[in-house]
């Protein structure tokens, strides 16, 4: 039986990570994603878990470290200024490789920025954010229903390599209300017998350590690093097409961008225009292979993005600056419309001499 | 028949100590090894370890442990904790760690009355990275980044942290001992003790302070060490119980 529930995106979040067996909430309050950190207060005492308001974000995230440590699969959540503070724990969570689920609901920046939606938190997700070599893996739902997806398959994923995950979403989808169906969301249990439980039978201690004083040992828990992420590139890429096989034009947007870029494309396509949509679902890993393919026969790529331009240089990486790759943003909290971006086609097709 | 009168706990592994001659880590590790072991809790025992010279200590306890950022000691043991509350969770912090960067997180955890036990070895500097002033720093003391001594004009005093913590309802237990001769070191063993069933109990928070020895970076030998501890550290850090919740001194 299937039905559907209208809820906020930042609820759907909440209620699919109580699914996916999400017992333990650790955050601290911050607009626009606060729906989430109140649905785990009001949630999870419901189902005999943890909820706990931390003092800090950074006490927050230590907090999951040591949940997850301890096998448990936990969650925290923030905004941008929020998860900056976020990204010593971060770094030291992927150093020993522990899974956990973490929430971005963007807002505007630098700094305390503003409460509108942003998605300027693109190159701090996923080039690192904090310290060292590493990765999150970073999804970028789009709707209130893949929210509840994509938080359902972190959990997961981040179980089955050891790694964060980010959900990286914005304001407008943290706060838009949509029918979500939260029926036959696949959970898939994975053994930790790593975890730090106490020894009980064990003979050995389970220890999760990530100083490595020794340089020869720091460089080879580093290319262990690398290995499995070089496994997620090849494995776990997502990405969305439409129209993509007959484009002249190819739009390239994530999350919310990407429903605005997708009425746009409607609107040009009525016009006659042939423009397509790509849309990355997983942010890192990037899907490279899959865009360079989609993009094969178009003769330019416009990048929407709510920032000054951040994803537009991996879109630029990922063609090898095989065509003209143009950008369109606004920053500050301002949504563009779709009017907005059907303009930027028109000049673009204008530029290289009619549609 | 001959019996065997001393050995070494259980709790720790049998391997060479990287701490400096007449550091007193060795001494309190062991301590809490013993505690440990008698109280029989060996295989259910978590321990979260600092940043500072103790980094290393899950090298040395035969137990499950995690690492934590600098000062983030309290948070990782909270997160262990609510996830395995039969378990018993410890932190063993120096003083940077938790009277500095990680001030918020012992503070927070005391009032939450979270059920973990904090080892906290307070030696007035910082060990690790080389003798720098610490907030536990006496005045006119001289370190590496107090090179005219701790002014109190712009380096404030020392912070007393049992004293601080002991306001907190959710601390049940909170004392300061010292490993400085056998007699306090008795006392010190019997004060974790105390702070280890306070946990087991389901009571709350749970700190011992221990005033220790840096002979490295005091720049002293052992023993002119110990005499400095007992004429300057415990006038300024008082040894005795701070906070019991049967309200026994």
């Keep these: 039986m299937s039905e559907k529930v209208l809820m906020k995106g930042n609820e759907a979040i909440g209620e699919a990570a109580v699914i996916a067996g999400c017992r333990y909430y650790f955050g601290y309050p911050i607009t626009p994603q606060s729906e989430l950190i109140e649905y785990m207060a009001k949630r999870l005492p419901q189902v005999q878990g943890v909820f706990l308001q931390a003092e800090s974000e950074i006490a927050a995230i230590n907090m999951v470290y040591g949940a997850a440590g301890a096998g448990a699969r936990v969650m925290t959540s923030s905004s941008s200024p929020g998860v900056s503070l976020k990204q010593e724990g971060i770094s030291y969570i992927a150093a020993g490789e522990l899974p956990c689920v973490i929430v971005n609901i963007m807002r505007g920046g630098p700094g305390l920025g503003g409460i509108q939606p942003g998605q300027g938190d693109y190159f701090q997700a996923t080039k690192g954010g904090g310290h060292g070599d590493y990765h999150c893996i970073v999804v970028a739902p789009n709707s209130v229903q893949e929210m509840a997806e994509l938080t359902v398959h972190a959990f997961n994923i981040a179980d089955q390599y050891r790694n964060p995950v980010m959900i990286l979403g914005d304001g407008a989808l943290g706060q838009m209300m949509e029918p979500v169906d939260f029926h036959d969301l696949p959970v898939i249990p994975v053994e930790k017998p790593w975890a730090t439980t106490g020894m009980g039978e064990r003979e050995q201690p389970n220890q999760i350590d990530t100083l490595r004083l020794n340089p020869e040992k720091l460089e080879e828990v580093n290319n262990t690093l690398q290995k499995k992420y070089a496994l997620l590139q090849e494995r776990e890429v997502r990405w969305e097409e439409t129209f993509t096989a007959d484009a002249e034009l190819v739009l390239v947007a994530y999350g919310i961008s990407s429903r605005i870029a997708y009425s746009a494309m409607e609107l040009a396509r009525e016009k006659g225009y042939k423009v397509g949509l790509f849309r990355p679902i997983t942010l890192w890993p990037f899907p490279k292979a899959a865009l360079e393919k989609a993009v094969d026969k178009a003769a330019a790529v416009l990048t929407l993005e709510l920032s000054a331009g951040q994803m537009v240089e991996d879109v630029n990486l990922a063609i090898r600056c095989s065509k003209p790759v143009h950008f369109y943003g606004r920053t500050g909290g301002m949504m563009m419309s779709p009017q907005d971006v059907f303009d930027q086609i028109v000049k673009i097709f204008a530029t290289k001499g009619g549609k | ?249």
């Design chain 2, 1 to 249: 028949m001959a019996e065997k009168l001393f050995a070494r706990p259980q709790s720790l592994v049998d391997v060479s100590s990287h701490y400096c001659p007449g550091c007193q880590h060795g001494i309190i590790h062991r301590l809490v090894a013993e505690v440990i072991d008698e109280l029989g809790i060996q295989k259910k025992t978590i321990g979260v370890v600092p940043v500072g010279c103790s980094v290393l200590a899950d090298q040395y306890f035969n137990i499950d442990s995690q690492q934590a950022a600098h000062g983030r000691a309290p948070a990782v043991a909270t997160g262990i904790k609510r996830v395995h509350p039969e378990n018993v969770v410890f932190t063993y912090q120096g003083d940077g760690d938790i009277a500095a960067i990680g001030m918020a997180e012992v503070v927070h955890a005391a009032a939450r009355g979270e059920k973990i036990t904090t080892i906290f070895v307070n030696n007035a500097i910082y060990g690790m990275t080389g003798g720098q002033m610490a907030p536990t720093t006496l005045v006119n003391q001289v370190t590496a980044t107090s090179p005219y001594g701790r002014q109190l004009s712009s380096a404030g005093s020392p912070i007393r942290l049992s004293e601080l913590l002991a306001t907190l309802d959710g601390a049940k237990y909170i004392a300061r001992v010292s490993v400085n001769d056998p007699a306090n070191m008795t006392k010190a063993k019997k004060a974790i003790k105390t702070a280890f069933e306070v946990q087991i109990r389901g009571e709350g928070f749970a700190l011992v302070e221990v005033v220790a020895t840096c002979p490295t970076n005091w720049g002293k030998s052992p023993v002119e060490a110990k005499k400095w501890l007992k004429e300057n550290m415990l006038p300024q850090f008082p040894l005795g119980v701070y906070k019991n919740i049967e309200g026994v001194q």
